[in-house]
C-alpha cells in the first residue's frame, strides 16, 4: 500500500511536475485563447485588490463621521461605500466568471490530450506490462485532471492576489501603525511601523504550527483518492461482468471484495477526518484571534488619543489584510495537501504512459499473401525467452495448431502476431487481400484442457 507514497514525487520536485503537466496546454494551439483569459483575470484580481484599498481608506472616513457626530460626513461615506461596492461585485463577478471559462477550456483539451495519449499505439494495454501500479486511469483522466487544473487556478491566482495585497497593504500599515517606543531596562527602543512587525511574527507562528499539524493530509489525501478509485472500479468491473458473476455464483465473493475495498476507504477517511479536526481546532482559534488581536495591539495608541477612532478601524482593516496575505498557506493548506496528491497521481500517471510509449514494437511488413514469421523470439517483460527463432508459412484457408503446457507462451505468441505485444523480435508479414496480424490473432476460437496440455487453434481465413 505504501509504493505509491514513496514513489511519488517529493516536495522539491512538485513544481517540476506541476510544469510538466501544465505546460503542454499552455504551449498548444489554445495558447493565445488561454494566455489571453490569464491576462483578463491576473487584471480583474489586480481590480479586487485596489478596491479593498479604497474599502480600506473608506474606513477611516466613515468612523472618524461617527466619532465626531457628523451627520454630512456619515452621510457622504455611505454613498460612497454604495458605489464602491457596486464596483466590487462587478469586478468580483467576472473574476470568478473568467476562471472558470479558462478552467473548462483547460479541461477540455488536457481531457483529450490524455485520452488520445493514454489510447495512442495501445499504449493503455502496454501500461499493464510496464507499471501494474498505476492504478485506474480512467480516475485519473476524468477526476484528477478536473481537479489538477481546478486547484492550480485558484491556488496560482490567490497567491498573486495575497502577494498584490501585502505590497498595497505594508505601505499603509506602516503609515498608520507609527513607532512604538518602550523601555527595556535603562535603554529606550523604538520599533517603526511596529504592526506590520507583529502581523509578520503572528502570521509566521501561525503558518509553522499550520505546516506541522497539516503535513499527513498530504499521504492522506493521495491514498484516499486510490481508495475511492479502487472501490469504484470495483463496481464497474461487477456491471461489466455481471452475466458472468451471475453465472458462477459469484456474487457473494463480489460483495466481500467490495466490501474489503470500502473498508480502506472508511479508514483512511477517519484518518483523514482526524488530521483535519486537529488542523481545524488550530487554524480557527488562530484566525478569531486575528480579528481582535490588532485592536489590543493598536489600544494603547487609541486610548492615548495619539490616532482617531477612524484610524484605529483602519489599522485594523489594514492589519486584517497584511495577514491574510501571509496566512495564505494556513487557509489553503487543506486544498494544498490535495492539490499535491492529485499532482503526484498524474506525475505517476504520466510516467507510466511514457515507460509503455518506450516499449519496443515489433511492426509487420507487406507481402504477396498470407502470413509468414521469420525469426520470432517472444519473451516475458522479466526477459525470459518463452519462443526463439520461430517460423512460420501460413496462406489463405490453413490452419494452425499449438500445443503446450499452461503459460507456455501460446497467448503470447498471438499477441506478438497481434502487435501487442512488446518483448518480441523478428520479421512478421502479411498480404493486404488477406486478414493481416490482427485479424489473424481474433481467428482464436478455442481454448481446451486436455490431459497432454491447453490446446491453441486459429486459422488464417480468406476475406
Not at 452621510?75 to 476562471?99: D, E, M, P
Not at 499535491?340 to 506525475?347: G, P, Q
Request: net charge positive; proline share 4%.
Amino acid at each position: 500500500m505504501t509504493d505509491h507514497v514513496e514513489r511519488a514525487p517529493t516536495v522539491r520536485h512538485l513544481f517540476r511536475n506541476f510544469w510538466r503537466i501544465a505546460k503542454p496546454y499552455w504551449v498548444s494551439e489554445d495558447k493565445y485563447y488561454a494566455w489571453g483569459l490569464l491576462l483578463v483575470i491576473i487584471s480583474l484580481s489586480l481590480g479586487v485588490v485596489f478596491m479593498n484599498v479604497q474599502f480600506n481608506k473608506w474606513n477611516n472616513e466613515f468612523y472618524n463621521s461617527l466619532q465626531d457626530y457628523n451627520l454630512p460626513a456619515f452621510k457622504a461615506a455611505l454613498w460612497k461605500f454604495g458605489y464602491l461596492a457596486a464596483a466590487y461585485i462587478v469586478i468580483a463577478v467576472h473574476a470568478i466568471w473568467f476562471q472558470q471559462m479558462l478552467e473548462i477550456r483547460w479541461r477540455k483539451w488536457a481531457t483529450a490530450y490524455f485520452t488520445q495519449r493514454w489510447l495512442r499505439d495501445n499504449t493503455f494495454y502496454r501500461m499493464q506490462l510496464t507499471d501494474k501500479n498505476t492504478d485506474n486511469p480512467d480516475q485519473r483522466i476524468a477526476e484528477d485532471v478536473d481537479q489538477f487544473i481546478s486547484y492550480s487556478l485558484s491556488l496560482s491566482l490567490g497567491l498573486l492576489r495575497a502577494v498584490v495585497t501585502l505590497v498595497s497593504f505594508v505601505g499603509i500599515l506602516w503609515t498608520l501603525s507609527g513607532p512604538l517606543s518602550f523601555m527595556l531596562g535603562n535603554t529606550q527602543l523604538t520599533i517603526p511601523g511596529y504592526m506590520v512587525w507583529v502581523a509578520l511574527v503572528y502570521a509566521a507562528v501561525g503558518t509553522g504550527i499550520t505546516l506541522w499539524l497539516g503535513y499527513p493530509l498530504v499521504g492522506l489525501n493521495f491514498m484516499q483518492q486510490r481508495y475511492e478509485a479502487d472501490f469504484r472500479f470495483g463496481l464497474i468491473r461487477v456491471r461489466e461482468n455481471a452475466e458472468s458473476v451471475a453465472l458462477y455464483r459469484g456474487a457473494q465473493d463480489e460483495e466481500l471484495r467490495l466490501r474489503q475495498r470500502f473498508v480502506q476507504v472508511v479508514s483512511n477517511y477517519w484518518s483523514l477526518m482526524r488530521m483535519n479536526k486537529r488542523l481545524t481546532w488550530f487554524t480557527s482559534f488562530w484566525g478569531q484571534l486575528a480579528i481582535i488581536f490588532p485592536l489590543i495591539v493598536a489600544a494603547p495608541r487609541f486610548f492615548a488619543k495619539e490616532i482617531p477612532l477612524g484610524g484605529l478601524m483602519q489599522i485594523n482593516s489594514a492589519f486584517g489584510k497584511v495577514y491574510d496575505s501571509l496566512e495564505f498557506i494556513i487557509s489553503s493548506f487543506s486544498t494544498l495537501a490535495k492539490w499535491k496528491a492529485v499532482i503526484d497521481r498524474l506525475t505517476t500517471f504520466e510516467h507510466s504512459m511514457a515507460a509503455a510509449e518506450q516499449l519496443p514494437r515489433l511492426q509487420p511488413s507487406a507481402q504477396a499473401a498470407g502470413l509468414s514469421l521469420q525469426q520470432l523470439r517472444v519473451s516475458k517483460p522479466d526477459g525470459e525467452v518463452l519462443l526463439d527463432d520461430l517460423a512460420l508459412t501460413m496462406q489463405p484457408g490453413d490452419s494452425l495448431l499449438i500445443r503446450g503446457k499452461s503459460g507456455a507462451g501460446k497467448s503470447t505468441l498471438l499477441r506478438a502476431i497481434a502487435g501487442i505485444w512488446p518483448y518480441a523480435q523478428g520479421s512478421i508479414g502479411s498480404g493486404e487481400q488477406y486478414p493481416g496480424p490482427v485479424s489473424v490473432a481474433k481467428t482464436l476460437y478455442a481454448f481446451r484442457h486436455p490431459p497432454g496440455g491447453a490446446v491453441l487453434s486459429a486459422r488464417c481465413w480468406p476475406r
